[in-house]
């Protein structure tokens, strides 16, 4: 009996070409994962100017360089967020981190 199994190549294509696509943004933009090591997946509007933004990320280090790219990744949505949505003031309310497979970064701000 010859038995031939097709299933395994397709699935094996897709699972290489996932991997070596670089991830998009929640605005459409490609994300380098070596120079960035989070990027804005989802922007959820929450009532009166705020909103909370998650953030997938590669790696969850708190390293010095790895929280400085945090914090410059998270300053650049916001002044985005800003310009497209007219604020000029901003505050962060809350930040939290989740994850270790798959590492997710939380933050609730407050716009004016």
Do not use: W
């Amino acid at each position: 009996m010859n038995i031939k199994c097709y299933n395994t190549i397709p699935l094996f294509l897709i699972t290489l070409i996932t991997n070596c696509v670089h991830p998009l943004d929640y605005y459409g933009n490609n994300i380098n994962l070596k120079e960035e090591n989070i990027y804005l997946s989802d922007l959820r509007d929450q009532k009166n100017d705020k909103f909370l933004l998650i953030f997938k990320g590669r790696y969850n280090q708190s390293s010095k360089s790895d929280m400085f790219k945090r914090k410059r990744a998270l300053e650049r949505y916001t002044k985005l967020i800003k310009n497209f949505y007219g604020y000029t003031e901003s505050q962060i309310l809350d930040e939290e981190s989740f994850g270790i497979i798959s590492p997710r970064y939380y933050v609730t701000i407050q716009f004016k």
